[in-house]
């Protein structure tokens, strides 16, 4: 059965927003959390960058859902070696509830220590590798490697995962897709594609886990959903390899003056209907996805995460009638009308929105 899970942006929402809103899903009945690692976000109006590794130590004090990068670059930025023991130290206070999701990265993040950024075909050679050492690294024992591209000497990693750590390898076509079945446990990729994930099935894949997810904004003024998307996320409709090769938030806004309002209103689930987030993320299943992460765009999260726990996710689970009550009123909740149990709240108080202001 398909799990659903929420997505936290490390490059639109502050530190203290990402725990919050980690704390709403957990509350709202998402099952797992899947957060981006960047150094930089994709334009300015996003403005945020936090560490990934720092904001996963946050959360396993915080929430008890399994935790999954989607994904980091192992290879550029970060030694195998140095991201070996995030990833590990990161398993060990998630109790075993971590996944290390991993890609060949974006010069956007890469390119900051002054590296030549590499072909994809490096790349992807560069990522095979890290992934062996990191493998040979999580078993705690003394590691040395010295490979065309990294070298390990004598390294080993004292706080050591407490099992097999899973490593998912992310991808976008079928040579990807194939590699993913041959050296990782599962597969990453964010289009709703059938066909590329029978690849992926057929090189070996089958049985392995296929993961990936969409970006909605919630909103009960459409236009004003497609309004912000257009503002903070243009860039998820940029075509080509143009994601990977970009080195700075500058380039990436010139970039989107390619996207138009009406490409984002056609590609982006905007809105309050609620079957149109239900049919949204009922694509990834359809297509064979077993984990489905959703992340609400702008700064309404608390009226996503009411409308997903009360209707789409019930909607999703096959509670039809929950699918059409209504959304529980604020005065319902000071009265204790229709209101849920305490428990299933989030205790905190509402998130404080993003303004455009110092964005």
């Not at 004292?158 to 040579?175: C, D, E, K, N, W």
């Not at 409709?237 to 380039?251: D, I, K, M, V, Y």
């Amino acid at each position: 059965m398909t799990e659903y899970g929420f997505f936290l942006s490390c490059e639109e929402f502050t530190p203290r927003e990402l725990i919050h809103q980690a704390e709403r899903a957990q509350a709202a009945g998402f099952t797992r959390l899947a957060i981006s690692d960047h150094f930089h976000p994709w334009n300015e109006a996003q403005g945020n960058s936090a560490f990934v590794w720092s904001m996963i130590g946050a959360l396993s004090q915080t929430v008890d859902l399994p935790v999954t990068t989607l994904v980091t670059c192992p290879t550029v930025r970060l030694h195998p070696a140095v991201t070996a023991q995030a990833a590990a130290t990161s398993s060990v206070l998630l109790e075993g509830r971590f996944t290390l999701g991993v890609g060949t990265g974006e010069a956007l993040n890469e390119h900051v220590l002054g590296d030549r950024w590499p072909s994809y075909e490096e790349r992807a050679e560069m990522l095979e590798e890290a992934v062996e050492v990191m493998r040979e690294l999580f078993t705690g024992r003394q590691v040395s490697h010295r490979g065309p591209n990294y070298t390990v000497d004598n390294a080993r990693l004292y706080t050591a995962p407490p099992g097999r750590l899973p490593i998912l390898v992310s991808g976008f076509g079928p040579r990807a897709a194939a590699t993913a079945a041959r050296i990782g446990d599962g597969f990453v990729t964010m289009t709703p594609d059938a066909d590329l994930i029978a690849v992926f099935r057929d090189a070996g894949g089958a049985g392995k886990p296929v993961v990936g997810g969409l970006k909605v904004c919630w909103s009960a003024d459409r236009e004003k959903a497609v309004d912000e998307v257009h503002r903070r996320w243009p860039t998820e409709l940029l075509p080509g390899e143009l994601a990977q090769l970009l080195p700075t938030p500058a380039h990436f806004e010139q970039a989107s003056e390619l996207v138009t309002r009406e490409m984002v209103a056609d590609a982006v689930t905007c809105g309050d209907d609620v079957e149109a987030h239900v049919e949204a993320v009922r694509a990834y299943e359809r297509a064979g996805f077993d984990e489905v992460y959703v992340g609400q765009i702008g700064p309404d999260q608390d009226a996503f995460f009411d409308a997903y726990r009360d209707r789409v996710l019930p909607a999703l689970r096959g509670a039809a009638a929950d699918a059409h009550r209504p959304l529980e009123t604020p005065e319902a909740r000071m009265t204790g009308e229709g209101a849920p149990a305490p428990d299933e709240r989030a205790e905190d108080g509402p998130e404080s929105a993003r303004t455009d202001s110092g964005q």
